[in-house]
């Protein structure tokens, strides 16, 4: 799973919309889309505030490796 995927994945569990997510890290919902397809990607500081968003650590985001629990219910 790759960190597009995360961040949806992540993003669905918490019942969130792109719009949500987007002004709770105040950013579009046309850029939390884009993270989500893969045609952009979050600066460092969007990513530590996904990571709190979504209780996750910056390696379970980041690394391909590393899978997030599919029980992980945030």
Do not use: A
């Not at 019942?15 to 949500?20: A, G, I, K, S, W």
């Not at 500081?45 to 599919?70: A, G, P, T, W, Y």
Request: glycine share 6%.
């Amino acid at each position: 799973m790759n960190v597009s995927q995360k961040i949806q994945y992540c993003r669905t569990l918490r019942n969130l919309t792109q719009d949500e997510v987007g002004n709770l890290l105040h950013v579009s919902r046309k850029t939390i889309s884009g993270w989500e397809t893969g045609r952009s990607s979050p600066d460092i500081l969007s990513l530590v505030k996904l990571c709190n968003l979504f209780d996750i650590s910056l390696d379970d985001l980041l690394r391909d490796e590393h899978m997030i629990d599919r029980d992980y219910h945030g």
